[in-house]
């Protein structure tokens, strides 16, 4: 029956079977993964780090999820674990990436039927679980989430205040968790050693989805540094329409390895990932590619113009497309557009950047809604995409007439060098003729070879307006109207010449005409 407030109206309720219909939206299990970091990386959060590892707890194989943002505390781990409370804001100019307050129950239920979450703020510590197999266990008729807040009494003590008991007994008989001791520990975990940061969060997910097969969905051991997606299971999920005619060989490595997916998740990357204990390499994917052009799409539906960046993939020129962010979130990697559909060469190897903030995106954000601002956007960037092809192709024979190699099979090298700060996480931009890959693994401003950007005082170097930039200049369109000019004037003149001939042609044929009626008047007067 459904409850009553002091109005009298019936609640809407819950039903725990929505747990796994919600997690549906998310086809693809990087998806899932990135609404949990997500959560850490929003401003209202702002960690530094985020930890993404494999467990194994009393027998169970686990995911866990750690980060050393604010932690959380009794309210606000509530709405965590609620559905449709969104309250997230800017902080500092940082836009929130969560809006629709559902990233943690969809993300974490699409992993495992099960999760507990241990955080630590500054004012408390809580332990809050949401379980599908402790609902179905007590024959839940909506979803409730036993939530725990710990008091500390004194240096090693904590006690549970009396509202909580009844949350506490059911975490600890219905979790992997069996003691409060147990749980205590969890929570200390979250301090990382050699750190000054004691807050944080820490997800614990059991009973994993696994495949018809029974295997677990995610492959452990191809390596040892990394979370797989096995080819058999990544291959069923493609949709054969978005990419046809592409060999499995030609497969992003971010669709199937978390660690590279990891990497482009952020158009700016300001927190660091460690997968399975090792530092994930993010990238500046719009700084990192070769011939670097800066675009303009200016939509009616908009004040500004959005910038977008073209350039050829340094790694490989099988991953190519458009990379579409939104807030700062990756939403869509490598969308071929325009020529890139067709079933040649035209466009192969280059990759487009933009900033889509005006798009709506999906709830499970990997994809935008497919509306007019939508489709008008891909068709933009689709000519915009082919013309800077040409223009680079154009450059190229004019700088190198001899030249039959092309673009896409060159080799290439980045036009700029950036790399980020392991203490203070500002990005450098590095010398020429510095090889990124050859850096250590861990690197700080104090090496950087530029004096002006060698503290981590300094603030980042500044960027341009992209208001102040002006679209690159297509020379090979300037060429085309030259081209036509002169092939106008080429017509215009051999135009003028078949006049000037056929005038003449007619001018002999009148004074041939002459003559024969000259000698006709002539014949008539001598007879």
């Not at 204990?277 to 990238?283: D, N, R």
Request: net charge positive; glycine share 4%; hydrophobic share 30%.
């Amino acid at each position: 029956m459904a409850a009553l407030p002091d109005r009298g109206v019936p609640l809407s309720t819950l039903s725990p079977k929505f747990l796994h219909t919600n997690s549906t939206s998310h086809t693809w299990p990087f998806s899932a993964i990135a609404e949990l970091i997500d959560n850490a990386y929003d401003p209202d959060v702002s960690a530094k780090q985020f930890w993404i590892d494999k467990t194994v707890v009393k027998g169970e194989l686990c995911l866990t999820f750690m980060d050393n943002g604010n932690g959380l505390n009794h309210e606000t781990i509530h709405k965590m674990l609620s559905f449709g409370y969104s309250d997230k804001v800017a902080v500092n100019g940082l836009e929130p990436i969560g809006i629709y307050g559902n990233g943690f129950k969809s993300g974490s239920m699409r992993l495992g039927k099960d999760a507990i979450v241990f955080s630590r703020s500054s004012s408390s510590s809580c332990v809050g679980m949401l379980s599908q197999t402790y609902l179905e266990m007590i024959n839940a008729n909506q979803i409730v989430v036993p939530i725990v807040c710990f008091e500390k009494k004194n240096s090693n003590q904590f006690s549970v205040r009396k509202k909580d008991e009844a949350s506490l007994r059911d975490i600890l008989r219905y979790s992997l968790f069996s003691t409060k001791e147990e749980l205590l520990a969890e929570i200390n975990a979250i301090h990382i050693p050699g750190s000054q940061q004691e807050t944080g969060t820490r997800i614990i997910i059991w009973n994993l989805r696994r495949t018809s097969t029974g295997a677990p969905e995610f492959d452990f051991d191809k390596d040892r540094y990394d979370i797989q997606i096995p080819s058999e299971i990544y291959e069923t999920m493609q949709d054969p329409s978005q990419h046809p005619n592409r060999p499995n060989s030609y497969i992003p490595e971010s669709v199937y390895s978390l660690r590279a997916y990891c990497s482009i998740l952020y158009l700016k990357p300001r927190m660091q990932v460690m997968v399975r204990g090792h530092k994930v390499k993010s990238e500046l994917i719009a700084k990192s590619l070769a011939f670097i052009r800066k675009d303009h799409y200016k939509p009616i539906f908009v004040k500004k113009r959005i910038p977008i960046t073209f350039g050829y993939n340094t790694k490989s020129k099988d991953q190519y497309g458009i990379m579409m962010y939104h807030k700062n979130r990756l939403i869509k990697a490598y969308e071929r557009v325009g020529c890139q559909l067709k079933a040649n060469n035209m466009g192969v190897g280059v990759i487009g950047v933009i900033e889509c903030n005006f798009l709506d995106p999906t709830h499970n954000k990997q994809s935008f809604i497919e509306s007019d601002k939508y489709r008008k956007t891909m068709t933009n960037l689709g000519i915009k995409l082919e013309e800077y092809w040409n223009e680079i192709r154009y450059r190229r024979k004019k700088e190198n007439p001899n030249d039959t190699v092309p673009v896409e099979d060159a080799m290439k090298r980045p036009d700029q060098n950036w790399v980020q700060c392991d203490r203070c996480l500002h990005w450098r931009k590095l010398p020429d003729g510095i090889d990124c890959s050859k850096l250590p693994d861990k690197w700080f401003c104090r090496m950087n070879p530029d004096p002006q950007f060698r503290s981590c005082l300094v603030e980042e170097e500044p960027e341009d307006s992209d208001d102040d930039q002006p679209s690159y200049r297509k020379t090979y369109k300037q060429q085309e109207r030259e081209d036509r000019r002169q092939q106008e004037q080429k017509m215009q003149l051999e135009l003028k010449h078949h006049e000037e001939r056929r005038l003449n042609s007619l001018k002999k044929q009148g004074e041939a005409l002459g003559r024969q009626h000259e000698n006709l008047v002539q014949q008539l007067n001598q007879t």
